[in-house]
T-cell receptor
Framework: AQSVAQPEDQVNVAEGNPLTVKCTYS??????LFWYVQYPNRGLQFLLK??????LVKGSYGFEAEFNKSQTSFHLKKPSALVSDSALYFC???????????????FGSGTQLTVLP | GAVVSQHPSWVICKSGTSVKIECRSL??????MFWYRQFPKQSLMLMAT?????????EQGVEKDKFLINHASLTLSTLTVTSAHPEDSSFYIC????????????FGQGTRLTVV
């Protein structure tokens, strides 16, 4: 079975400061890792993904994430936070090498990011 | 990125009635679509996988007779909540993946269902 853990329900950061939203995962095969952002009463917007290649992945709106295989982590980062980054962030994983239900996305519980002006 | 459109964005219905939610892939053909349910301040729970031209695959604990899924074409999947009750009130989200680029999923904007 695959799983995702987002240990922080809430992250607060001052505007202009760097932000980190944590994510760890568990999957039996090769991990496909994703970050999505959700604004109130909206669907999920894709931010970035790691499939293979460079461990540092750059995505939309200045976000990036680093894949760390030894720590089974995929933390989301941004060097300088904006108030408009305030939203709910989801990490997700799926097993890239399996078939059937293992190919489904499994989501973390979400982290509410609040950027304070 | 790909566009997935969901309609309606919100709906209020009376207990006992049925509600249909549509999910369309606007710029690609999706052989598979996914339906999720999200409770307030919680993560997405996969309800079922919708397969074009065949029966949907439901996750454990999801009532297939209550949540009817139809995937009649490569660009449209529908979720019908039958005989809705207040406990069915939730945020429902669909998603789809490119059939030949089986990596990231693209999500609809979600439907807020309120049953009164």
């Amino acid at each position: 079975a695959q799983s995702v853990a987002q240990p922080e329900d809430q992250v607060n950061v001052a505007e202009g400061n760097p932000l980190t939203v944590k994510c760890t995962y568990s999957v039996s095969g090769n991990p496909y890792l994703f970050w999505y952002v959700q604004y109130p009463n909206r669907g999920l917007q894709f931010l970035l993904k790691y499939i293979t290649g460079d461990n540092l992945v750059k995505g939309s709106y200045g976000f990036e994430a680093e894949f760390n295989k030894s720590q089974t982590s995929f933390h989301l980062k941004k060097p300088s936070a904006l108030v408009s980054d305030s939203a709910l962030y989801f990490c997700a994983v799926r097993d890239g090498g399996s078939s059937g239900s293992a190919r489904q996305l499994t989501f973390g519980s979400g982290t509410q990011l609040t950027v304070l002006p | 990125g790909a566009v997935v459109s969901q309609h309606p964005s919100w709906v209020i219905c009376k207990s006992g009635t049925s509600v249909k939610i549509e999910c369309r892939s606007l710029d690609f053909q999706a052989t598979t679509m996914f339906w999720y349910r999200q409770f307030p301040k919680q993560s997405l729970m996969l309800m079922a996988t919708s397969n074009e031209g065949s029966k949907a695959t439901y996750e454990q604990g999801v009532e297939k007779d209550k949540f009817l899924i139809n995937h009649a074409s490569l660009t449209l999947s529908t979720l019908t909540v039958t005989s809705a009750h207040p406990e069915d009130s939730s945020f429902y989200i669909c998603s789809a993946r490119y059939p030949d680029r089986d990596t990231e999923a693209f999500f609809g904007q979600g439907t807020r269902l309120t049953v009164v």
